[in-house]
C-alpha cells in the first residue's frame, strides 16, 4: 500500500535555530501533500497545503514565513521551521494523497522540541 | 461553518466489547467521510471512506455507517482488543478544493 515515510521522527532544537522536516511518498506520486500541527490530546490542525511546482497554500493564522514549505517533487514536500522558539514545540504530521477521492495516507509524524 | 462534531470525547471499554463513535457535520456540498485511527504518537491510518450514496462500509471489525440526510456518521468496533486503543478521527471531505475538515476525534482506551 502507499507509504509516506516522514523524517526525522523527533528532533530536539535550541531557541533561534531552524528544523527542516520531509516527507517523501514512497510507492507514489502525489500532487498535493499537507502539513499538520497536533498538541497533546488535541486534534490534527492544518497548517498548509503543498502542491508539486507551485507556492503553498496556509491556512489562516499560519506564519508563512516561519513555515517554509517546499514541494520540489511528486514525491518530497518539505517543512522548514525558521527561528524555532519553545511554543513551536508540537507533533509535526504530513499527509499525502494519490487523488482527490482518495484516502490521505499519513507519515509517523515528526516531534520537535524546542528549547 | 464547516465543523465536524465527534462524541464521545472519551471511552473507556472492557476488551471484547462493542463500542459505537458518532461523527455530526455540517460540511457542505458533501463529497466524502473518512475514518482514521490514530495511535499514540503516530500519523492517522485510513479505516474507511464513505461517499454521499455509500451507508455502510467494513473493515474487518470496524463498520461505519453514514447517513447523508442527517449528516451524521457511526464508527462500531465489534470485539474490541486492547490493540484498539488509540483515538479515532472523522473527516469530512467537500466538493472541489476545499480543505477536508477534521473532528477532534473520540479516545478510545480498552482495558483488560
Known amino acids: 500500500g502507499a507509504v509516506v515515510s516522514q523524517h526525522p521522527s523527533w528532533v530536539i532544537c535550541k531557541s533561534g535555530t531552524s528544523v527542516k522536516i520531509e516527507c517523501r511518498s514512497l510507492d507514489f506520486q502525489a500532487t498535493t501533500m499537507f502539513w499538520y500541527r497536533q498538541f497533546p490530546k488535541q486534534s490534527l490542525m492544518l497548517m498548509a497545503t503543498s502542491n508539486e511546482g507551485s507556492k503553498a497554500t496556509y491556512e489562516q493564522g499560519v506564519e508563512k514565513d516561519k513555515f517554509l514549505i517546499n514541494h520540489a517533487s511528486l514525491t518530497l514536500s518539505t517543512l522548514t521551521v525558521t527561528s524555532a522558539h519553545p511554543e513551536d514545540s508540537s507533533f509535526y504530521i504530513c499527509s499525502a494523497r494519490v487523488d482527490h477521492f482518495g484516502p490521505l495516507h499519513f507519515g509517523n509524524g515528526t516531534r520537535l522540541t524546542v528549547t | ?112
Open chain 2, 1 to 112: 461553518k464547516n465543523q465536524v462534531e465527534q462524541s464521545p470525547q472519551s471511552l473507556i471499554i472492557l476488551e471484547g466489547k462493542n463500542c459505537t463513535l458518532q461523527c455530526n457535520y455540517t460540511v457542505s456540498p458533501f463529497s466524502n467521510l473518512r475514518w482514521y485511527k490514530q495511535d499514540t504518537g503516530r500519523g492517522p491510518v485510513s479505516l474507511t471512506i464513505m461517499t454521499f450514496s455509500e451507508n455502510t462500509k467494513s473493515n474487518g471489525r470496524y463498520t461505519a455507517t453514514l447517513d447523508a440526510d442527517t449528516k451524521q456518521s457511526s464508527l462500531h468496533i465489534t470485539a474490541s482488543q486492547l490493540s484498539d486503543s488509540a483515538s479515532y478521527i472523522c473527516v469530512v471531505g467537500s466538493q472541489g478544493n476545499t480543505p477536508l475538515v477534521f473532528g477532534k476525534g473520540t479516545r478510545l482506551s480498552v482495558i483488560a
